[in-house]
């Protein structure tokens, strides 16, 4: 299995980026889907899940309203629309995928992409 994630680079704040996690050797289908972020110093954070039943997507606070989770199952691929980006979003962002009920808590996803940084410059 591999999660080989992109699009991470420089922005300024007020920018825009995307972020897409290419899967194999898996079907997303069957999986919950969900990009963390890790700012050096700090715990990983889950920013936004899709699960594997649908529904409406989760995202953090910190995030709601300026980031988008999208997947195309299809592709076997998850994407992350992050529009309104601060100086704080600076880390390194992590799709992960996860079969579990608590797919809330980072220990409950099995696989993991290599990380793409994110830099937002002020």
């Known amino acids: 299995v591999q999660l080989q994630a992109s699009g991470g680079g420089l922005v300024q704040a007020g920018g825009s980026l995307g972020l897409s996690c290419a899967a194999s050797?898996?079907?997303?289908?069957?999986?919950?889907m969900a990009w963390f972020r890790q700012a050096p110093g700090q715990e990983r954070e889950l920013l936004a899940a899709?699960?594997?039943?649908?529904?409406?997507?989760y995202y953090a606070d910190s995030v709601k309203g300026r980031f988008t989770i999208s997947r195309d199952n299809a592709k076997n691929t998850v994407y992350l629309r992050m529009n309104g980006l601060k100086p704080e979003d600076t880390a390194v962002y992590y799709c992960a995928t996860s079969q579990n009920v608590n797919w809330r808590m980072a220990v409950y996803y099995k696989y993991w992409g290599q990380g793409t940084q994110v830099t937002v410059s002020s």
């Open positions: 899709s699960r594997r039943s649908g529904g409406e997507p």
């Open positions: 050797g898996l079907r997303t289908r069957d999986y919950h």
